[in-house]
């Protein structure tokens, strides 16, 4: 509602603009008149007209006012009375006037809703000169996270890079290692495509943590082929049947092991999936990419890594001799 006082009329009447202000304030506000104690507690009297004369524009219009000079006029005399749209608050951002459209979205992702969003409004949407829009809220966080999982994700697989490095001492064992990551994210990945989870933030954060149990379980298992190896080595047989036995006992041995491993990891995740409390949600988004990995994670390193690492240490028969021989020689110097 907005009232347009005219300066003629009121001055016309005696009237300023504070004393048509100061009607309109106190007969449709209100005013303070006093205060009431009721023991500790205290209540101001406020003063106003009555709700039956001030609840239409017709009757704004309508109310009565009394000048110093005693002339008996009503407001509408010296004030234009009308409703006009606008916002229903007025904010500002930046030292500017903003207006907010909340939308919640359901069914999609959010970051391709906001990009089909954006692509939309720069299509559609014209700003007059001194306008802007900017994009806030939940997106603006993930674009924030997902600049920092850029930096992050890269520098957690150089880590990884550099500890598998140090305990094989091999560039090769190392990089086996590491190409097979992706290959046990799958089984984290079908099942967010089953449970109809969009990648987020926690679903990153879930699939590096299997990441690190991927690499863990890589990393013993192709420590129980080396040492098996290294135990056929020494006893003199170099063949390629030598070493085929050499990781097929090797493999067998992390058999069990690494069931139990599995065992308890998913006996830990699946309470959280089937939680329905606070903060559920985002703790189900973590724990479906290690569900999920727990299934694709040990069956890589029982069955792709062995064949691997036979690949990899598959020499002639000649270079395997040869090697063997020039061990002893390293030893005995």
């Given amino acids: 509602m907005d009232v347009n006082i005219r300066r003629d009329a009121a001055a016309s009447f005696g009237l ?34 009555p709700r039956e004369i001030r609840d239409s524009l017709e009757k704004l219009r309508s109310l009565p006012i009394v000048t110093e000079r005693g002339a008996r006029l009503v407001l509408s005399d010296v004030a234009e009375i ?8 007025l904010r500002s951002e930046n030292a500017r006037l903003s207006g907010w459209v909340y939308v919640d979205i359901r069914g999609r992702d959010l970051r391709s809703a906001v990009q089909d969003m954006q692509k939309a409004v720069a299509e559609k949407v014209k700003l007059p000169p001194g306008y802007s829009i900017s994009w806030s809220g ?6 924030r996270a997902t600049a920092k999982l850029k930096v992050v994700v890269p ?3 150089l880590i990884i890079f550099v500890l598998l490095y140090l305990t094989f001492k091999r560039f090769d064992e190392a990089l086996l290692i590491l190409a097979t990551l992706p290959f046990a994210l799958v089984g984290g990945i079908w099942l967010l495509y089953l449970l109809s989870y969009n990648l987020s933030v926690a679903g990153a ?45 090797g493999a067998v041995l992390r058999v069990r092991p690494k069931a139990m491993t599995v065992a308890v990891i998913l ?14 949600e985002v703790m189900q988004r973590i724990a479906a990419p290690m569900v999920g ?35 002893k020689y390293r030893e005995a110097v």
């Fill in 267 to 280: 006996a830990g995740l699946f309470p959280i999936m089937w939680g329905t409390g606070t903060g559920s």
């Fill in 138 to 143: 939940q997106f603006e966080f993930l674009e």
């Fill in 293 to 327: 990995g727990m299934i694709t994670a040990p069956l890589l390193s029982m069955f792709v890594i062995p064949a691997a690492y036979l690949l990899m240490r598959r020499p002639r028969e000649r270079n395997t001799r040869q090697w063997f021989f020039w061990r």
């Fill in 155 to 157: 520098f957690t697989l």
């Fill in 82 to 89: 009308r409703i006009t749209d606008g916002p229903p608050m």
């Fill in 16 to 49: 300023s603009i504070a004393d048509v202000q100061s009607v309109i304030s106190s007969a449709v506000g209100g005013e303070n008149i006093g205060e009431t104690v009721e023991g500790l507690q205290r209540f101001p009297i406020n003063m106003r007209y």
């Fill in 205 to 249: 954060v879930g699939f590096i943590a299997l990441a690190g149990v991927s690499a863990e379980f890589g990393v013993i298992m192709l420590l129980y082929l080396k040492s098996a190896w290294d135990d056929r080595l020494e006893q003199g047989k170099t063949s390629a049947s030598d070493l085929l036995d050499a990781i097929r006992e």
